[in-house]
T-cell receptor, first 113, second 113 residues
Framework: KAGVTQTPRYLIKTRGQQVTLSCSPI?????VSWYQQTPGQGLQFLFE???????NKGNFPGRFSGRQFSNSRSEMNVSTLELGDSALYLC????????????FGPGTRLLVL | QQQVKQSPQSLIVQKGGISIINCAYE??????FPWYQQFPGKGPALLIA?????SEKKEGRFTISFNKSAKQFSLHIMDSQPGDSATYFC????????????FGKGTTLSVSS
């Protein structure tokens, strides 16, 4: 089975722009979670989607949003980028949720200048 | 109450030695405690996980020790090898289906040969 894939792998944007990141989960997985990883804050939960519905949301401003499609693929969007949004954005999938193993993708490295 | 505190931040161990990473939590609702391993350029991958009904779980050279009364758990890597050099994250979650993993801030392990 192919693993979790994320595109693009690297991205450079300037302040004020918006960005969309994409995640394709493992086939058969319906739960997709997004995490932000930075050296200072570590891994922080952004949100989780299951069957096209946001099931849980972390403590991030409304500039961070996401969605999930009927094929379980997910996108996250960050509007009005700030320098502090520079991070590795990780997507993780699992079959349904709960305490099943989460399988992470390689991440998208976003640099905001 | 939602935090997971991890120490040390970095660790240098000789090849063949024992690596020990510690984590502490406050939320008694947590009942699932995984450890993730992350290599540079890759997403985290599940290494081993434990539930609070057991005090120890061993898989190969990796052992989790769990102390429910102290709300602490630790990862022991026996016979540490250079290939174990990576960043290790402890995490915790409560039992609900849509909840996220709460991660510690990570420990960078370097095993010298």
């Amino acid at each position: 089975k192919a693993g979790v894939t994320q595109t693009p792998r690297y991205l450079i944007k300037t302040r004020g722009q918006q960005v969309t990141l994409s995640c394709s989960p493992i086939s058969g997985h319906r739960s997709v979670s997004w995490y932000q990883q930075t050296p200072g804050q570590g891994l922080q939960f952004l949100f989780e989607y299951f069957s096209e519905t946001q099931r849980n949301k972390g403590n991030f401003p409304g500039r961070f949003s996401g969605r999930q499609f009927s094929n379980s693929r997910s996108e996250m969007n960050v509007s009005t980028l700030e320098l502090g949004d520079s991070a590795l954005y990780l997507c993780a999938s699992r079959v349904r949720g709960g305490q099943e193993t989460q399988y992470f993708g390689p991440g998208t490295r976003l640099l905001v200048l | 109450q939602q935090q997971v505190k991890q120490s040390p931040q970095s660790l240098i161990v000789q090849k063949g030695g024992i690596s020990i990473i510690n984590c502490a939590y406050e939320n008694t609702a947590f009942d699932y405690f995984p450890w993730y391993q992350q290599f540079p350029g890759k997403g985290p991958a599940l290494l081993i996980a434990i539930r609070p009904d057991v005090s120890e779980k061993k898989e190969g050279r990796f052992t989790i020790s769990f102390n429910k009364s102290a709300k602490q758990f630790s990862l022991h890597i026996m016979d540490s090898q250079p290939g174990d050099s990576a960043t290790y994250f402890c995490a915790a979650s409560p039992p609900q289906a849509g909840t996220a993993l709460i991660f510690g801030k990570g420990t960078t392990l370097s095993v010298s040969s």
